[in-house]
């Protein structure tokens, strides 16, 4: 059986870790991060992921999954994956310090092994990464040459917070750069195996392609909710426009497609700023027009505020209003706070003399330490409602899709709803008689 050493438990790290052990691989996940281990041993996660403790505890029973701080266990393993975090430097830059030290890790571990391992770079990292960071500390502190004790590939991951075992076992295509055939054949026999029958296309090709496949997909995406964020702002200005109707309109175009034509807040969470950031820097290093990445970065950067536009108009003035905020964490179905638009658009509220009460199903305890002391937390979403003079919709949770415009009616003080996420129908609130706003809705009659 094949044994595989995941390096970094995070997110990306522990969902691969479990996904392998559950196809029976023998799988040992390290982590620099004691408590992370210990938690993990504990059978607990450190972080929410539908599905994933059902994971975790058929690993450890089944003895095919072990977490660990000890890196010297790397050498047993047949392939080593690195999945590090790659945060973001303060001018915006890609901090690469943990990949580093995963790649000497794994290359003092090589040193005295007789076999060869396969290692992958699964960390989102800029072009160039591989060829000329991982794989010369490979060779400097195994001693050994690429080739000659160890297989190299560049091999992205796509994975969703919420829904990350789904895209782990059912990927659209799995990307594998190398720079030499048989490494890519070796990765390629790898997750042939893994998938069998239900294999996805695989796409071939240079570190370097891989790396930038990465980029230029999030960035892509982010870009594409961008560009209907300005969309909505438009629509928004004109007589009887609504953001839903246009996506729903261009996104049955082939060329364009539904996915991601959500309008709202904007997007947040670990990925999309961190590489949109990075993605800039490294663009500008190389001395190459960037400005649709920046242009995306700003559009979303101003988006927040629309939600607080959108309530002072409805209020008038947010002077000593209580808003309630539904949604507090990035995205729905996760606890993360990472660059979640709720953080700028507290502050916003607030500095308009706001008073703002919040709740969300999963992130307060998160939320906390990011949000100003002033914010008030309410344990459900009703009791978050009830007095307000406005509510904001922040994150699409599908518990706050269930609320009737009754429901609002009755409990608020001043019944005022912003959808800042597009959950609601327009039309139940203008028959229930509750003053409705929307991201993307013109509200002139
Ligand atoms: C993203 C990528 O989708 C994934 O492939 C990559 O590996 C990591 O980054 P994730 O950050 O988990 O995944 O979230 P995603 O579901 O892509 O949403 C990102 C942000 O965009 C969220 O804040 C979400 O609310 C927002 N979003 C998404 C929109 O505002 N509109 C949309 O139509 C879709």
Redesign the pocket.
Known sequence: MVRVSVLGLGPVGLVTALCFAKRGYSVVGVDVDKCRVDLIRAGKLPFIEPSLDRYLKDAVERGTFEATSDMSINKSADVSIITVGTPSAEDGSIDLSHVKSASIAIGQSLRDKTEDQLVLVKSTVIPGTTRNLVKPLLEEYSGKKLGNGFKLCSNP???????AIY?SEFPDRIVIGGEREEDLRALEELYKEFYREKTPPIVKTSYENAELIKYA??SF??M??SY??MIANLCQQVQGADVVDVAKGIGLDKRIGS??????????????PK?LKAFSAYAKMIRTESSLLDDTKTINDHQPSKAAELAESLLTDLKGKRIALLGLA??AD?DDMRQA?SIPLVKTLLSRGAEVIAYDPAAITNAKPLLDSGVKFASTAIDCITGADCCILV??WEEFKKIKPETFREKMRYPAIVDG?RIFDPSEFKQANVRFSAIGLNNRD
């Open positions: 991951e796509f994975l969703r917070e919420g829904k895209d997909n999030n995406l982010a594409k909710i209907i964020n996915l991601f034509l959500n309008a709202g807040l904007g997007w947040g969470g670990s990925c999309f590489d990035f995205k996760t638009v994150t699409e996420r």
